[in-house]
Structure formats: C-alpha cells, structure tokens
C-alpha cells in the first residue's frame, strides 16, 4: 500500500528566507503528487499538483515542487518566505485502485514563519 | 462556483451522544470523502462515497457511518459518542477523472464533553 513520509513535523525559519518541506512516498508504477495547506481554523486548500509531463510544477503565490521519480520525493520549496506563509502543509499522494482512487496524506509540516 | 459546505461549523455534545454532519460538495462533484484530523493523529481517512454507494472505507469503528444523497450531498453519523471522538471533520469533494484532486470544507470542530 502507497504511504507519504513528511520527513519535519515543525520547520522554523525567518521571512525571507528560502524553505524546502520534504515529501517522499512508497514506490508505484502510477503515481499522482500534491501538496495542500491548512491555514489556522481552516480546511485544506490545493497548492499544487504533479499529475504527468514536466517535473518541476509551480504554484501561483511563489511556492514549487519537484516530481523526483529515482528518489521517491516530492519536496516542496520556496525561495523567500513570508510570515503569511505561516501553515501546515500536507503532502499527498492519489492511488488507483480498485475502488478508484484512493488519497494518502503524510502528516503534515508545520511551517512557523518568524519576523 | 460554490465551495465546499459544512454544517454545522462548531458542535458540543456529551459522552454517549449521536451526531449528524453534514456536508455539500461543489456543484458536480460526485465523490465525497471525509477525514478525521486530531493532533495527535493527523488527517485519517473515514469514508468516500461515490453515486451514493462507499466506495473506500479507512479503519474507524462501526460507530462512524455516512451516506450519500442522489444530489451528492452527504451525512456523516457517529454514535455512542466518546471523548476521543473530539476532532475536525473534514468533508472534500472531487470530480472524476481528476485524479482525486480533493476539494476541501471549512471542517466541523466536534468537541465531546
């Protein structure tokens, strides 16, 4: 069975400075990547997503990831964070099976952004 | 389009209690899935339910149960409530051939006293 390991529960860092969130999951012939965010009192929001085509994805507020398939990873990086960045987030991945697809999330990065 | 809804927002009940959540997906969305998130647990899968039938189950007691309405809205029902059940619930609708990309609600905070 697919598993996701978030491999920091808590990552400090000052505004400004770049961050990367590690994600690596179990090994599948066909695999389907996203990283989500869960601001405070919130429910989780898509950041972005790998589905196919290329590796490097992008998401709209400056975030991106990198679909490594030889190392199982998924990282998430940013290069100048700011204190609104300040969330957990969650990585993903989507499984098909046999009774369609089945998502499993990691457990979550807490992101502390400091002034 | 309308996001994902779930009522009620904030619930307290008392050990022994049975409660109903509810949740509305996005226009169109046919799947409907819904997560426990504790602390100490993280996000931990409940349910999906797809054309009103489940279609995957995570590992909860049969004191959780749900259903699906032929309009997709859904129902989660937990029973004989105890304190462990305290959580946010998390309902998130997808569409198919998205891959499960996951649309979430707002949650409902249960508290169990």
């Known amino acids: 069975a697919q598993s996701v390991t978030q491999l920091d529960s808590q990552v400090p860092v000052f505004e400004e400075a770049p961050v990367e969130l590690r994600c690596n999951y179990s090994?599948?012939?066909?695999?389907?990547l996203f990283w989500y965010v869960q601001y405070p009192n919130q429910g989780l929001q898509l950041l972005l997503k790998y589905l196919s085509g290329s590796t490097l994805v992008e998401s709209i507020n400056g975030f991106e990831a990198e679909f490594n398939k030889s190392q199982t990873s998924f990282h998430l990086r940013k290069p100048s964070v700011h204190i609104s960045d300040t969330a957990e987030y969650f990585c993903?991945?989507?499984?098909?099976?046999?009774?369609?697809?089945?998502?499993?999330f990691g457990a979550g990065t807490r992101l502390f952004v400091k002034a | 389009k309308a996001g994902v809804t779930q009522t009620p927002r904030y619930l307290i009940k008392t050990r022994g209690q049975q409660v109903t959540l509810s949740c509305s997906p996005i226009?169109?969305?046919?799947?409907v899935s819904w997560y426990q998130q504790t602390p100490g647990q993280g996000l931990q899968f409940l349910f999906e339910?797809?054309?009103?039938?489940?279609?995957n189950k995570g590992n909860f007691p049969g004191r959780f149960s749900g259903r699906q309405f032929s309009n997709s809205r859904s129902e989660m029902n937990v029973s004989t409530l105890e304190l462990g059940d305290s959580a946010l619930y998390l309902c998130?609708?997808?569409?198919?051939?998205?891959?499960?990309?996951?649309?979430f609600g707002p949650g409902t905070r249960l508290t169990v006293l």
């Open positions: 993903a991945v989507s499984d098909p099976g046999t009774g369609g697809f089945k998502t499993i």
């Open positions: 339910y797809f054309s009103e039938t489940q279609r």
């Open positions: 226009s169109g969305h046919r799947s």
């Open positions: 998130a609708s997808s569409l198919p051939g998205s891959y499960n990309e996951q649309f």
């Open positions: 090994s599948s012939v066909s695999v389907y």
